[in-house]
């Protein structure tokens, strides 16, 4: 429910950009969120994903306002104590040696493909012409002017030519087409999803992945995971390609790192960790003590959970193919972050769950999307999966 107060304040004020449900929250408590009216909806989408401890946990909160209280930002031309602390505890979840804060997903992303580019340059010269970034079809890297370039769909190739030069797309899954493009010499790094999020929840083959990645070492290219969707405990481990049994030079992450704050970033492998020196790159809000903080207590709170997440995720898979609702034709995806694969438009499945009281997303062209708090509780899970249940087997004839 939405007052029509609130309504037309956006209808009078805000760029029209986002398709909005017709919601509006004032509050949430865990993985409950209440409009104005006090009615509670269970919140199986996080904020896309971002809300990653819920609402309200009283350790975030604890730790966001003791930060707000003490320091919030000085830049990165001085050395925080937050921001110290959260560089270390990333690069130990990762294995990887050095990182980047930023405040977005596209951001992360901007600066992996400038790293990757720059790495090239270092070790071969710009007269080798290695700047290519090899993306795959179906794939979604932000909307900033670079990440579409580089995102591998051409429903956001539209309207905002010219697009950043030196990026080309091969079919995912396809170990020929991959070779075929490495093979002319001019690629200087691959960008992948481990689980394509809004191409439609496709988790990526493993032993295509570990194909990838064999192949990139052997001619020097740089594998990037973009983890800004899949990290931070959301698939089941810290970061996805931990289940792939690879180790990436270049990882970026943001979404649910400060469970709720603006933050991206990414974390560098030993190839690249020297390539970014004072200069190259750069962000104002960047790591911002508050933002920091925040991330230190979503890890804390993640690491509490984690173990977890496979048997939450197990229970709606289980759950929702037991039920077999006449609109649900397949279930994908990596720990809470699924794709019901659904007969009909899932937009119109995803408004009516909202109106009665879950809110869901999208993704892709048939799938409706999952993403529910990491620390969601059980009783929270079950009465969402109900209310999918009742949705999805409303009428014989799909939405």
């Known amino acids: 429910m939405i007052t029509e107060n609130l309504k037309q304040q956006y209808t009078d004020c805000v760029l ?28 199986f989408a996080s904020g ?57 997903g596209a951001e992360a992303n901007e600066g992996v493909i400038k790293c990757a580019r720059k790495y090239s340059h270092d070790q071969y010269g710009q007269a080798s012409g290695r700047s290519t970034i090899l993306t795959l079809e179906g794939s979604f890297h932000g909307r900033t002017v670079t990440a579409l370039s580089a ?45 394509q999020g809004e191409g439609g929840v496709l988790p990526l083959d493993k032993e295509y992945v570990r194909t990838l990645a064999r192949l990139c070492a052997e001619r020097d290219v740089l ?72 991330a230190l207590a979503t890890l804390d709170i993640v690491e509490a959970c984690l173990s977890d997440v496979p048997r939450k995720a197990q229970y709606i898979r289980d ?25 009909g438009t899932p937009r119109r499945y995803a408004e009516r769950a909202l109106e009665q009281g879950l809110a869901v997303l999208t993704a892709g062209k048939d799938a409706v999307r999952l993403l529910p708090p990491l620390t969601i509780s059980d009783a929270e899970l079950e009465n969402g999966v109900e209310i999918l249940i009742e949705v999805l087997n409303e009428r014989s004839q799909p939405l």
Not at 319 to 343: Q, Y
Request: include cysteine.
């Open 16 to 43: 029209p950009t986002y398709a909005r449900f017709d919601a509006g929250f004032v509050r949430g408590e865990g993985a409950t969120l209440y409009d104005e009216s006090g009615r509670a909806y269970i919140d």
């Open 48 to 104: 896309i994903g971002v809300n990653s401890v819920g609402h309200a946990h009283p350790l975030w909160v604890k730790a966001v306002t003791e930060q707000a209280a003490r320091l919030v930002h000085v830049s990165n031309l001085y050395y925080t104590q937050p921001g110290g602390a959260l560089a270390r505890r990333l690069c130990q979840l990762s294995g990887l040696e050095k990182v980047f804060f930023a405040n977005s």
């Open 151 to 195: 995102t591998g769909q051409d429903t956001f190739h539209q309207h905002f030519q010219p697009f950043t030069e030196g990026f080309r797309h091969v079919p995912a899954g396809d170990a020929a087409a991959l070779e075929r493009e490495l093979a002319r010499g001019d690629v200087c790094a691959v960008l992948i999803e481990l689980v």
């Open 223 to 294: 594998l990037c995971a973009d983890e800004v969707q899949t990290g931070i405990g959301r698939t089941g481990t810290w970061f996805a390609f931990q289940q792939y049994e690879i180790t990436p030079d270049l990882v970026s992450f943001a979404k649910g790192v400060a469970g709720g704050l603006p933050m991206g970033g990414f974390l560098t492998g030993p190839k690249p960790s020297g390539t970014l020196t004072p200069g190259a790159h750069g962000s104002t809000f960047g790591g911002t003590p508050l933002c920091a903080a925040a």
């Open 319 to 343: 759950t929702l193919t037991n039920a077999a609702p006449k609109a649900l034709t397949g279930i994908r995806g990596a720990g809470l972050m699924l794709g019901l694969s659904v007969s």
